[in-house]
């Protein structure tokens, strides 16, 4: 028998009011690794309080690295002592971002024994660019019942050109590359605000790390990366994520502790939509007075509209009259939730890799589960634009990335519900 929490959410409230930002998941559980590489004690300020995070400093205590809480949002990392470079067991698994244990373990030893990572189901998530990156740099990989070994005699810079734009080979190569040997340059290079906030992390550590944030990043090894503070950006897709939200219900909501530049893909297509974006600074405020009007939308790496916020506006273009075509153009499959949209009486046909939504009907409440991350975000928009009630399961996922996400948008207005049941 499983104990299976579930949200129960009363759809038809408009949002209003103030709501923060936390930390940058996808920076803190890069950032989290790297100071693997630290020789010194490493203080990780504005952490998120989600399982990923927890995940990954388990992982980290396990394999020897002391963790300190100095308070729910800051650790201090002391990984002097550590001995282990091997990560394999089922934890691992539980999360994506394990997969930068590998360039912070090769770093660091030489050597490194990683589990395959997991997280969220897009179809393959291969990692062979991580791979050509670590090759490059002089490292044997092999793959072997689901356990990847990488090793170096020496670990020297390379010239490394990404056959795709992306955020996880980026990061891994520029982590296993800020101790190497000379001089490593990636070209193609992601360009995610996370990616930018991990090379910040690395210098204010002693890293010589340049063109963060452009398409070629120059990482120039220095021998060791001494101890410091370091504070993590906001979280771009949790602004997103209640930026939509607000938008969806004809809300008006001021949220803070947001970088609006992160924001400006998402802030473009949503007054295109009809909504009123205001950029104040370090908070973004978002009003919407007018029915939603449909869009087309393509998901592209950063700068353009994040891949992570595809079923969220999705769900939120159930509601325009018309037909909106959004597009996904970073992963081969992120679909799957639409069923479960359909379950709410939306109508919306997938053709290949993109979505087709006739919207303007309305939506019911209904059950359905979340069967990632960010479609569970999506089903949240979903549910709070509804009439009636909707029950979401398959929490697991939405914990996995965002902090107290119902205690925030209940403080918007929102009625949302936690409880627990047996299936
Ligand atoms: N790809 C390859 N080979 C590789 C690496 C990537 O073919 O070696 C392909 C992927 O299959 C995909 C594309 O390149 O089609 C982009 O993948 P990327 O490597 O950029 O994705 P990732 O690093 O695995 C991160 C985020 C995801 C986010 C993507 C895209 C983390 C931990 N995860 O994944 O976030 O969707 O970048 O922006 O940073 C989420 O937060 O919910 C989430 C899934």
Known sequence: ??????????????????????????????????????????????????????????????????????????????????????????????????????????????????????????GDRPIDQHVKGFKAMGALVDLENGVVDARAERLCGANIYLDMVSVGATINIMIAAACAEGVTTIENAAKEPHVVDLANFLNVMGANIKGAGTDTIKIIGVKKLRGGTYSIIPDQIEAGTLMIAAAATGGDVLIKNVIPKHMESLSAKLIEIGAKVSDLGDAIRVVMDAPPKCANVKTLPYPGFPTDLQPLIVAFLTAAKGTSVVTESVWESRFQYVGELRRMGVDIQVEGRAAVIKGGKGLSGAEVKSTDLRAGAGLIVAALMATGTTRISGLRHIDRGYEEIEKKLCALGADIKRVRGVG
């Not at 698994?93 to 930068?100: L, P, W």
């Open 1 to 122: 028998m499983l104990c299976l929490e579930k949200l129960i959410i009363s759809g038809g409230r408009r949002l209003a009011g103030e709501v923060g930002v936390s930390g940058a998941k996808n920076a803190a559980v890069a950032i989290i690794p790297a100071a693997l590489l630290v020789d010194g004690v490493c203080r990780i300020e504005n952490l998120p309080h989600i399982d990923d995070v927890s995940v990954i400093i388990e992982i980290l205590s396990e394999l020897g690295a002391e963790i300190t809480y100095i308070n729910p949002t800051t650790i201090e990392v002391n990984a002097r002592g550590m001995a282990s470079y091997t990560a394999v067991h089922e934890r691992v698994r539980a999360m994506r971002a394990s997969y930068y244990l590998l360039g912070a373990l090769l770093g660091r030893f030489k050597k490194a024994r990683v589990r395959m990572p997991g997280g969220c189901y897009f």
